[in-house]
């Protein structure tokens, strides 16, 4: 079985760039999160789809983020404008009922200079 | 507010026991998770504990108090390749699950 794929697997723009990540899931899995990691610190929680709804979106830092998944397959996290601030490893993962195991990517490196 | 504490860097021996150590503060709970990750990597799931007690997975075993908000993950007979950060997770409920940040292991020959 395929793993959670991302991508790119890094990116390094200029400030005020539009940068948009892609997460394809485990096939089947309904449940789909978007984290980011900064560095040294928490992984720290975006959002969380159930198939194309969002059902937690509490994470997101402003409106700068904006976080689809149409069809309820692969989702895109899309910054815009980008702040240096948002440099981080931006992480997806999918399971299948929510309440077991989260199976990860691999991570999205995002550099803003 | 939320919070998970364990320590930012321990260093062991081959072949020693090392145990990382969790304390959370959280709103709801269902259970904690460990995760372990390589540099560069994904987050790797390991184990998961809904109940107090020890969960014994090859060398490695999770332990749970939820009395004492508290947590642990046991690695025995380490190994050069268990060098990585682990993440300690709880499940908070409504399927949203918070991390740690991370204990980086080094393991030494």
């Known amino acids: 079985e395929a793993g959670v794929t991302q991508f790119p697997s890094h990116s390094v723009i200029e400030k005020g760039q539009t940068v948009t990540l892609r997460c394809d899931p485990i096939?089947?899995?309904?449940?789909l999160y978007w984290y980011r990691r900064v560095m040294g610190k928490e992984i720290k929680f975006l959002l969380h789809?159930?198939?194309?709804?969002?059902?937690?979106e509490s994470g997101m830092p402003n409106n700068r983020f904006l976080a689809e998944r149409t069809g309820g397959t692969y989702s895109t996290l899309k910054v815009q404008p980008a702040e240096l601030e948002d440099s981080g490893v931006y992480f997806c993962?999918?399971?299948?009922?929510?309440?077991?195991?989260?199976?990860f990517g691999s991570g999205t490196r995002l550099t803003v200079v | 507010g939320q919070s998970l504490e364990q320590p930012s860097e321990v260093t062991a021996v081959e072949g020693a026991i090392v145990q990382i150590n969790c304390t959370y503060q959280?709103?709801?709970?269902?259970?904690l998770s460990w995760y372990q990750q390589h540099d560069g990597g994904a987050p790797t799931f390991l184990s998961y504990?809904?109940?107090?007690g020890l969960e014994e997975t090859g060398r490695f075993s999770s332990f749970l108090s939820r009395s004492d908000s508290y947590g642990y993950l046991l690695l025995q007979e380490l190994q050069m390749k268990d060098s990585a950060s682990y993440f300690c997770?709880?499940?908070?409920?409504?399927?949203?699950?918070?991390f740690g940040a991370g204990t980086r292991l080094f393991v030494k020959a």
């Open positions: 997770a709880v499940h908070t409920g409504g399927f949203k699950t918070i």
């Open positions: 959280t709103s709801g709970f269902y259970g």
């Open positions: 993962a999918s399971s299948e009922t929510g309440s077991d195991g989260y199976t």
């Open positions: 504990n809904a109940l107090d």
């Open positions: 789809f159930v198939k194309e709804s969002k059902q937690d």
């Open positions: 096939s089947g899995h309904d449940n």
